[in-house]
């Protein structure tokens, strides 16, 4: 191959999440202005309540376009951050400032608070009926 003086990082982005039941499928575009992108790294964050974030993770480095990765939910529900992080010929490493690119999150096939809340009302429906039908007689 031929040699390419390129000085110039890459950059890349996330462009789309595509949520399945067991995965999700994560797609970026990366591009370089003097070489091209050798490979594409996929970094991920997790959150229980949105608030607290652990530390970006590296999931997978892809390493041929288009660029794209099979997620694993390893935390199961909750947030997820994620951020692409891109390689090109010359050795360049996009720089990053770990801000996410995108975001989203994984919800519990069955919301127990909606359950929660369902219950509570029919709970009160009945005392209030009770109560209600005790002061008629």
């Not at 990366?30 to 992108?37: E, F, I």
């Not at 692409?84 to 919301?111: C, H, K, Q």
Request: glycine residues 6%.
């Amino acid at each position: 191959g031929v040699h390419v003086e390129d000085h110039t990082a890459p950059e890349s982005q996330i462009t789309e999440i595509i949520k399945g039941s067991d995965h999700w499928t994560i797609n970026a575009e990366a591009n370089d202005t003097h070489s091209s992108v050798t490979e594409v790294l996929l970094l991920y964050r997790y959150s229980e309540d949105n608030m607290t974030w652990g530390s970006w993770n590296t999931f997978e480095t892809d390493s041929t376009a288009p660029w794209s990765w099979d997620f694993d939910l390893l935390n199961g529900t909750g947030y997820y951050e994620f951020l692409s992080v891109a390689r090109d010929e010359g050795d360049n490493l996009e720089y990053t400032n770990f801000i996410a690119d995108i975001y989203e999150v994984n919800e519990p096939d069955i919301n127990i608070n909606l359950i929660i809340a369902i219950v509570m009302i029919v709970a009160i429906v009945a005392i209030v009926s009770v109560i209600w039908l005790g002061k008629k007689k």
